[in-house]
């Protein structure tokens, strides 16, 4: 009987999201720098349509990344316009996700994001121009997030046996929502 239950509260579910299609859309970005370690950097996001935004960065990294950990955060917007702790809160390694000794599933999203979208498709370590050209969120990638707005903070430093590094933060808004649909009738 309980199985029964689940089965259709499942089914239920299931159809709902297939019935409609989230998507997250880019609003705007924000990068804050060490000065010391990263030149040049320019960050903006174009709006391409009702549904996406797309992500155009460029810096100089002066010093190289040799062992580069990114702390991802999300956070959500509430009732007052305030960003709250949203259950992700993750340290990636991202010279392990890249030669593949940690699996971690936000870090292999990133790694998957950064290859497809920009020049960081090596492995460790990083140094020189690094940019990023048209990237977006793919629906495909992340979980079923609720609707709403959301900040994803990615804050880069650089770890060594001696010392942490601070090298960056990049702030990405977020609006998951349904698609939406042009009433446009096709040219004949």
Known sequence: MKFAVLVIVGGCFAWQMAKTQLVYKLNKMECQVNQTR?????????A???N??????DCFLIVPLVNPVIRMQFYTKDYSN????????????????IERR????????????????????????FSGQLTARDGY???????PFPKGFYQMSLMVMDINSITNDYVGT???YIQVMEKIKTKKLPRA
């Open 38 to 46: 990263v030149s040049n950097v320019s960050c903006h996001v174009k």
């Open 48 to 50: 391409i349509n009702w």
């Open 52 to 57: 996406m935004g797309v992500v155009n960065m």
């Open 82 to 97: 305030q960003y709250k702790p949203f259950l992700v809160d993750v340290n990636i390694k991202m010279c392990d996700v």
């Open 102 to 125: 940690n699996f971690i599933p936000y870090g292999v999203i990133v790694w998957k994001l950064f290859k497809r979208f920009s020049n960081v498709n090596h492995s460790c370590p």
């Open 137 to 143: 969120l793919d629906n495909n990638l992340f979980p």
């Open 170 to 172: 990049m702030k990405f």
